[in-house]
């Protein structure tokens, strides 16, 4: 189906990523049928899509008098009714294999045969899961969060997804502003989490071992690769560090990369304790004196100011 004849997109799952990739939609002018199993959930989300719609107003990205409109065109579900009008599916529920099967099992029974089906699943190798459905509707679109402001989505082919429906994704996201990037096939965490969970197994022997506090590792991060990876990413850097130093840095001994059968101790106790994050409250920092939507708003504010000074804030 080309890109210009889908308008109306299935969003299942209003969690933390669904509500706001509904919101992309909307602003994108498509209709948008929201899905939860969980009333409440499905109400707390359009209570977020509110306020996520002011932090843009107050930032400029969106003017007072269009937010009725971009409202009006989310309609929200507790089930699968609307899944007949739908020209693309956008599943965003949680990272359960049996569920995410059973899913798109029943999808494959309600929607249309022109409609597109993509999945948000991080791990998940959904190909294998949805063997035989429409193959050559079926790929990953992967969002990061908060996805009405982070640009990137991964596309992954399928080993049956078709040319046409890849052009269709790719075409619909660059028009919402997004930053598409290909994947030719399927590995779990794509690139971005793959460079995080390399990252996450140091965090937590760093914190783990005491060699330096929660804050201290951060603020080493966002005042040296956090400035640096946007102008010139993590393969570019190479160029300018000199590729002789780098092999010197990789034949060097003295760094010991951790181990994948290490447990990060203080992850584990945090998740013991109750200590969820921002959603509960505490993690590794104390939100317990905020209230959660501003601690929210607070982070969107700050990267609606960097993604306008790279000039990355399209839409
Ligand atoms: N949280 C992130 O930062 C992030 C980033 C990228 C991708 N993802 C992926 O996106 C997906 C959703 O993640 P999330 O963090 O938004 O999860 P979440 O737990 O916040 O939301 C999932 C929602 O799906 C609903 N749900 C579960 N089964 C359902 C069904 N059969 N029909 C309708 N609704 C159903 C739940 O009620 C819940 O509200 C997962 O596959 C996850 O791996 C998450």
């Not at 308008?7 to 990739?21: D, E, F, N, P, Q």
């Not at 409109?69 to 956008?90: C, G, N, W, Y």
């Not at 996201?173 to 030719?184: D, I, N, Q, R, S």
């Not at 584990?268 to 505490?282: A, D, T």
Request: charged share 30%; aromatic share 6%.
């Amino acid at each position: 189906m080309p890109a210009d004849q889908i308008k109306r997109v299935l969003v299942i799952g209003a969690g933390t990523m669904g509500h706001s990739i509904a919101l992309v939609f909307a602003r994108g002018g498509y209709e948008v049928d929201l899905v939860d199993l969980d009333e409440n959930i499905l109400k707390k989300s359009l209570g977020l899509i509110q306020s996520n719609l002011r932090t843009l107003k107050d930032a400029k990205m969106v003017h007072v008098r269009s937010i009725p409109k971009i409202l009006s065109r989310i309609h929200p579900f507790t089930s699968l009714e609307v899944a007949e009008k739908a020209d693309l599916v956008i599943e965003a529920i949680s990272e359960s294999p049996k569920a995410k099967r059973k899913l798109f099992q029943t999808l494959d029974r309600l929607c249309p045969a022109r409609t597109i089906f993509t999945s948000n699943t991080s791990y998940l190798n959904i190909f294998q899961l949805t063997k035989g459905i429409r193959p050559d509707k079926m790929l990953i679109a992967h969002w990061y969060a908060p996805p009405h402001l982070i640009p990137l989505v991964d596309l992954v082919k399928g080993p049956g997804t078709s040319a046409k429906t890849i052009k269709t994704a790719k075409e619909i996201l660059l028009k919402l502003g997004k930053t598409p990037v290909m994947m030719e096939k399927f590995i779990p965490g794509y690139i971005s989490n793959r460079l995080q969970r390399a990252m996450a197994r140091e965090i937590f022997f760093l914190l783990d071992g005491g060699y330096a506090t929660a804050e201290e590792i951060d603020r080493a991060v966002k005042s040296s690769l956090g400035i640096r990876i946007p102008i010139v990413g993590v393969v570019q850097r190479y160029d300018f560090t000199g590729l002789d130093l780098a092999l010197d840095f990789e034949n060097n001994p003295s760094i010991h990369l951790v181990s994948k059968k290490r447990r990060p101790k203080t992850l584990i106790q945090l998740v013991k304790k109750g200590c969820l994050g921002v959603k509960s409250g505490r993690g590794f920092y104390d939100y317990t004196s905020k209230d959660i939507r501003e601690v929210l708003k607070e982070r969107d504010r700050k990267l609606i100011k960097l993604l306008k000074f790279l000039d990355r804030e399209k839409f």
